[in-house]
């Protein structure tokens, strides 16, 4: 559906949610009991997840399907009771919450409203619903949640590290001179300042100059810092108290992570200060003779490349022996690259135990834990939970993600031992040694550890064991584990039994109590289903390209860990190098994605017999595995990939008479859930980043598969984190770097931070989650006044055009002129869902300025195209409904005289693709759709399938360039294997499929399709077969739904077709269709010729 169309069927919805709930007080009918065949409701949810533990939304919204024994439910109203107890709510005592009779149709997103809960309350809950017949139903199977640590105040626990990895590191630029200089005074003049935190998108630029220390030595002797202590004049200082000033640059305070810092200058508009040099000048006290200088940078604060921030660019060295004059240069720098600000990890990761004694049984017990980087986590020797690459990525100045584990199972009488190992994930990207590829830098903080462990004994007693300084730890037998660069595993260095109770951990250190991350950082619960594994591939081929070298092919790109089992002396290490695609001599090809540094999982050998390792601390995306260090060739059942992903429910499926068709399908899939990990990523090796434009892009391919519900919700939380003090939202979510040092659109495109409106939109219109709009509207509007102010008489003049498109003529202004007509259209729609009825009417008269301004820039009347009249051009505007009425017929024409005329294939990108399909799909242009999607020569998706894709790739290219072979972004057609196919689609004002139009595309060769979609309401299933001039449709049809179904007769005999459904009469039949209107249940419709 067009974008405009959209926003004008629903204008009304937010009239009718608010009419259709209704509550009637008074007693609600413990009295009434069941009616046969009435509804129940089923599959209940809490925030979008199943029986949460650990969340801390007190107030959360709750869901549920409902399975009837009748045709034609549909629910008429409900009522909730939620209790503190299973045994309260089972006797029907609701000491929480009894909402009463609520007159509503509504079965999702319903707002808890009962009494205050806090931290660690349990609330348990059910509904029943009455049928539009009075019909009431049983009361359902209770649901739970359970509310985690909310507030500050309830942890006990401390931030916790390993003392190796906690030693404050600096790295001092040193300034060594050829000949010792001689002088009283020395001076630092910097005529360039750095722009590693100056951000090019404020309105008001700040450049600084920031020092932690300044030292002076002779080498002879390299004790005596001749400026520990001396004065310090500045030609300028934004003094702070007790944090920066000149005399702090000699107090003998290396580090800035901590009061005092050091010395910081004002701020500065542009990086050339060379018309006033910022000078420095040190009294050493008396004439002194000196070798080196050092320069310690600001150690608190890195850009995207882990560099110091404001250190000097240009600058020089003087000496004199008057405070003021005489001045002579002994040694000066230009660009000089700013030093690292990374910290030098240790040898090996860090590992974490508690020994603890319980003296009664165990009646209840919560485990609340996160991490800086990521942990694994056991109580003696069990492993406290399933989830894996623990916990999800955020962005840790703002937010930590606690989770919390039903332990009870795990503990016993007697002694008990909680263990941990933790990696440093996103954390700390430190520079991989051995040519080890990574992407790109972060130095947030080395690993660390915060848990608490609550545990209620059968005598009653309440007894915590939390993260202190009485823990111990050492170095594991993890010795490297960078996120991108691979993991090492050394069995020599593993501890027999540290993690079982009563084993000895002599020569451990004691754990050191640390500071939070940052003073920003809060810790939250859980929002979204974790990663887990969800599959394991055994290996389908081994070869031998050469001497040592063994390749083992899985048959289809995964991602996950490789495991392996092998078998050899103490000390032999083994290799594992994953990749997708294999170089001409039969090795692996890495070079797509890494250079000339490489990406391996290793782990060496302990002689003790046949060991089983994968990586924990990282993931990687890959078909084959090459594998050295091996005495020979390894059986095919001693190598596993093991599927990885977030447990996100799945949703639909399909299924065509095209095999072409359904591997198309397949290797979306297969993307879609190879980059869903904490965020939507965008590859699952070379970035591993949260590109944003795909959560609008592709959104109806992903939710058609997946049930994303919860997972959209924490990715909008992150965007807004990451959106920037004067309402940026970055292109990348977490922002863990920033790309506008190459090219602005790489941090700013309105098609990628517009996902700040449009997912929560998206996710109204597919689930009623009207709570996350209202949840982060002022983010919305702070990026729409961003984009406003970036904006040239309403045309947006900058970002990535219609990236990785094959036609590149598209001007980047129609590109992101058409992204803000179209953020300013849908805000206008998200305000009057919300309420906000004069922000509507603004919003509303801006995307028209905005569609005046389109128009009049990139609009031929004469010819009826947009811009160079390419297919992304025209589509872009017929897709946002920016075409005048009476020319949108010549516009379409010509779009789709462009597509044939490349016979039937698009030369578009990510942007001008979904737009496209959006608006072929809305003319009833479903045969220009088949036919794009059953070529198979260049560009096309069969030719991605013929050329051996099994993940939908990053280009049109796929198998036959390097690049990666696993990314979404190209996956918009999915959703039409569902809407245009199997016909589901939501009629006009719907929100959450409430209401339903049933036209299945029957198209070219096709002769039946099936289509299955789990909406909030339940399930909807199409299946139809061509037999001939037969057609036979059925169609299910979830409780609480109504549908227009609208049997296709083209290609059995048009309006003289002979119909059958069951006693069914059409509403109305033309030669495209016969019309039926039908609520709840399994219908069959039949058209034949006559």
């Not at 290799?575 to 294999?582: C, G, K, S, T, V």
């Not at 699952?684 to 959209?712: C, I, M």
């Not at 990785?804 to 849908?826: F, H, M, N, R």
Request: hydrophobic content about 35%; overall charge negative.
């Amino acid at each position: 559906m067009s974008w405009t169309r959209s926003i004008v069927v629903l204008m009304s919805t937010s009239l009718m949610l608010a009419a259709a709930q209704l509550t009637t007080t008074g007693p609600a009918g413990a009295a009434e009991t069941a009616r046969p065949g009435a509804m129940v409701p089923v599959r209940l949810e809490t925030a979008g997840l199943a029986d949460p533990i650990g969340i801390d939304d007190t107030e959360p919204t709750l869901s549920w399907e409902l399975k009837t024994g009748r045709e034609e439910s549909r629910q008429a109203a409900y009522q909730i009771r939620a209790a503190s107890t299973s045994a309260r709510l089972a006797a029907g005592r609701a000491d929480l919450w009894d909402s009463g009779r609520v007159r509503s149709s509504i079965n999702h997103g319903v707002a808890y409203d009962g009494r205050a809960v806090d931290s660690r309350d349990h609330v348990f809950w059910q509904v029943r619903v009455w049928d539009e017949r009075g019909g009431v139903s049983r009361w359902s199977d209770p649901a739970s949640w359970e509310v985690g640590l909310v507030d500050e105040a309830d942890w006990d626990a401390d931030w916790i590290g390993n003392p190796v990895w906690e030693e404050p590191v600096a790295h001092p630029m040193p300034v060594d001179l050829s000949t010792p200089a001689s002088g009283r005074y020395l001076r630092i003049s910097v005529t360039r300042l750095d722009g590693a935190t100056t951000d090019p998108f404020a309105e008001n630029r700040e450049a600084r100059l920031q020092l932690g220390e300044i030292e002076v030595f002779d080498s002879t002797d390299p004790s005596a810092n001749f400026a520990a202590g001396a004065d310090v004049v500045a030609s300028e200082s934004d003094d702070t108290d007790g944090e920066w000033a000149p005399g702090y640059l000699t107090d003998g305070e290396r580090l800035s992570s901590a009061a005092p810092r050091g010395y910081s200058s004002e701020s500065h508009p542009t990086l050339d200060v060379s018309s006033k040099p910022i000078t420095l000048t040190v009294d050493l006290g008396e004439k002194r003779s000196f070798n080196r200088v050092r320069l310690y940078p600001r150690s608190d604060l890195q850009d995207q490349f882990a560099r110091s921030a404001n250190y000097p660019r240009n600058f020089s060295v003087e000496v004199s022996d008057a405070p003021d004059t005489g001045f002579q240069t002994v040694r000066s720098y230009s660009n000089q690259q700013p030093p690292s600000a990374q910290h030098t990890q240790p040898m090996a990761l860090p590992i974490f135990a508690k020994q603890f004694d319980l003296k009664r049984d165990v009646r209840s017990a919560r485990l609340y834990v996160t991490g800086m980087g990521v942990y694994s986590a056991t109580i003696n020797g069990q492993a406290v939970t399933d989830a894996v690459l623990e916990p999800p990525n955020t962005d840790v100045r703002d937010q930590v993600v606690a989770s919390a584990y039903d332990v009870t199972g795990l503990l016993r009488s007697g002694q008990n031992r909680f263990a941990a190992e933790l990696g440093t994930g996103m954390a700390q990207v430190n520079r991989a040694a051995s040519n080890r590829y990574q992407y790109m830098n972060s130095d947030y903080s080395p690993p660390r550890l915060l848990a608490q462990l609550e545990i209620t004994t059968t005598d009653g007693r309440r007894h915590v064991v939390a993260t202190d300084g009485s823990w111990q730890t050492t170095l594991g037998a993890t010795t490297t584990a960078n996120w991108y660069g691979g993991e090492d595993y050394d069995a020599r260095r593993e501890q027999a039994g540290w993690r079982e109770p009563g084993t000895s951990l002599t020569g451990w250190d004691t754990a050191e109590v640390t500071e939070p991350p940052f003073e920003t950082t809060e810790i939250v619960g859980r929002t979204a289903p974790p990663i887990t594994q969800v599959d394991a591939l055994r290996a389908t081929s081994v070869t031998n390209p050469e001497a040592g070298t063994y390749i083992v092919d899985f048959g289809t790109n995964v991602v996950g860990w490789p495991e392996l089992t092998a078998d050899g002396a103490a000390g032999t290490e083994v290799r594992m190098y994953p990749a997708e695609q294999l170089d001409k001599d039969g090795t692996v090809l890495q070079t797509q994605y890494s250079g000339r540094n490489r990406v391996w999982q290793a782990m060496t050998l302990d002689g003790t017999g046949p060991l089983t390792w994968h990586p924990r601390f990282n993931y990687s995306g890959f078909r084959y595995l090459e594998i050295t260090g091996l005495s020979a060739a390894p059986a095919l059942a001693d190598v596993r990939a093991l599927v990885l992903r977030t447990d996100n429910a799945a949703a639909g499926t399909v299924e065509s008479s095209d095999p072409l068709l359904n591997s198309i399908h397949g290797i979306i899939n297969r993307a879609i859930q190879g980059n869903m990990y904490s965020v939507l990523t965008d590859c699952p090796h070379r970035e591993k980043f949260g590109w944003t434009e795909q959560l609008n892009l592709v959104f109806d391919s992903v939710a058609k598969n997946y049930d994303v519900e919860a997972y959209y919700r924490k990715i909008v939380q992150d965007m807004a984190d990451s959106q920037t003090s004067f309402g940026l939202v970055p292109d990348i979510t977490p922002e863990y770097t920033e790309f506008s040092e190459w090219n602005v659109g790489y941090r700013d495109d309105a098609n990628w931070g517009g996902s700040i409106i449009l997912a929560p939109w998206l996710m109204y219109r597919a689930y009623g989650d009207v709570e996350t709009m209202r949840t982060f509207y002022p983010n919305m509007q702070r990026y729409l006044d961003y984009l406003s102010g970036r904006a040239d008489g309403h045309i947006l003049g900058q970002g990535l055009g219609d990236w990785i498109a094959i036609d590149t003529t598209t001007p980047l202004e129609l590109v992101g002129t058409q992204a803000y007509y179209k953020l300013a259209s849908t805000l206008s729609q998200v305000a009057r869902t919300i309420g906000k009825k004069q922000d509507a009417e603004k919003y509303a008269a801006l995307a028209a300025d905005i569609a005046d301004a389109f128009n009049a820039e990139f609009f031929d009347a004469a010819t009826g195209d947009y811009g160079p009249g390419n297919q992304t051009s025209n589509g872009l505007a017929l897709d946002a409904d920016l075409v005048p009425a009476d020319h949108r017929d010549q516009v379409l024409g010509n779009l789709i005289e462009s597509i044939r005329a490349a016979d039937d294939h698009l030369r578009v990108g990510e942007i001008g693709l979904p737009a496209i399909l959006d608006v072929l799909a809305e003319e009833g242009r479903d045969d220009v759709i088949y036919d794009i999607a059953t070529q198979t020569t260049y560009p096309s998706y069969g030719y991605l399938v013929e050329t051996g894709s099994t993940a939908l790739p990053e280009a049109w290219t796929g198998m036959t360039k390097s690049g990666s072979q696993n990314h979404y972004m190209l996956g918009a057609i999915d959703d039409w294997f569902w809407s245009g196919l199997g016909g589901i689609e939501q009629a006009p004002g719907s929100v959450a499929f409430r209401d339903l139009v049933i036209a299945p595309a029957v198209v070219g060769d096709l002769t039946s399709h099936h289509a299955g979609y789990r909406t909030p309401q339940g399930e909807v299933v199409t299946d139809w077969q061509l037999d001939g001039d037969r057609l036979d449709l059925q169609v299910t049809v979830p409780a609480n739904t109504t549908a227009t179904v609208k049997v296709p007769l083209d290609k059995v005999g048009g309006a003289d077709a002979k119909l059958s459904a069951g006693g069914l009469r059409p509403t109305r039949v033309s030669d495209e269709y016969a019309v039926y209107e039908v609520r709840a249940g399994a219908w069959r419709f039949v058209a034949s010729a006559r």
